[in-house]
């Protein structure tokens, strides 16, 4: 008789939340950037489970092609999310233009002046440059477009340091492996950075718009939790956080 009162009055219990899983796959110079919108979002979805991946725009892209199982896609390039629409692979009513990226020249080494611009490249001083690998980071594709602009292309082959992604690029400077690196200027806006060196925001019309976009994947079109987040992601309280990172924000 106890064990079935007991039974019953278990039964009468409030359930506990159950835990909602996001798997989020990001360009990497999200990645402080999104601790700040993702901390915001949990305040909004105590229950939700985001696990966030970071890396070069170019390899999730193919990665989601193979089948990779992530929800929501941020690229700091807009084609290719606009290429897993066309794929059939991502919703289309998702696709979003949520920033504008910025790449900088930056450096820790007092004795070299980054506010010259790209020029200072061509300084036998600077032995050692830090791009992100133009053939799937976007960021290094940027940095290629300002160098071949600004003349000095050519001049630095021979000293490039290709990173992974713009996150890997960054760490090079800031472990003393290359002398300079051209970054995104979000990862210099981040609290972990900031302060650090010195850096050259490089002008805006010195390299291709970096129209950053973002969308549900097929997986995530089906998850609730993954709708919520795009649509966090969409607003004031988001794109403020974006801007404070370096980003231009699209209308």
Request: net charge positive.
């Amino acid at each position: 008789m106890l064990k079935r009162l007991f039974l019953i009055l278990l039964a009468l219990l409030p359930l506990p939340l159950q835990a909602e899983s996001l798997r989020i796959a990001a360009a990497a110079d999200l990645v402080y950037c999104l601790d700040d919108l993702n901390a915001l979002f949990k305040k909004q979805h105590p229950q939700a489970d985001v696990k966030l991946s970071t890396g070069s725009s170019g390899n999730f892209f193919a990665q989601i092609q193979g089948g990779a199982p992530y929800d929501v896609f941020l690229s700091a390039d807009m084609k290719y999310p606009q290429a897993l629409v066309q794929a059939g692979l991502a919703d289309p009513a998702s696709l979003t233009r949520y920033a504008i990226g910025r790449i900088a020249l930056w450096t820790l080494r007092r004795d070299v002046d980054v506010s010259r611009g790209l020029v200072v490249l061509k300084d036998p001083a600077v032995r050692r440059i830090a791009i992100a690998n133009p053939s799937h980071a976007p960021y290094g594709r940027a940095a290629q477009s300002a160098m071949a602009r600004a003349g000095v292309w050519d001049a630095v082959q021979g000293r490039l340091i290709m990173g992974e992604n713009i996150s890997q690029t960054a760490q090079f400077v800031q472990s003393g492996n290359a002398d300079v690196g051209v970054v995104a200027l979000s990862l210099l806006k981040s609290p972990k950075l900031a302060g650090q060196g010195s850096y050259y925001a490089v002008p805006l019309d010195s390299y291709p718009r970096m129209d950053q976009g973002l969308v549900l994947t097929r997986r995530g079109a089906a998850n609730p939790l993954a709708r919520a987040y795009i649509e966090f992601l969409r607003s004031a309280e988001a794109r403020a956080v974006f801007n404070r990172y370096g980003f231009l924000l699209p209308e």
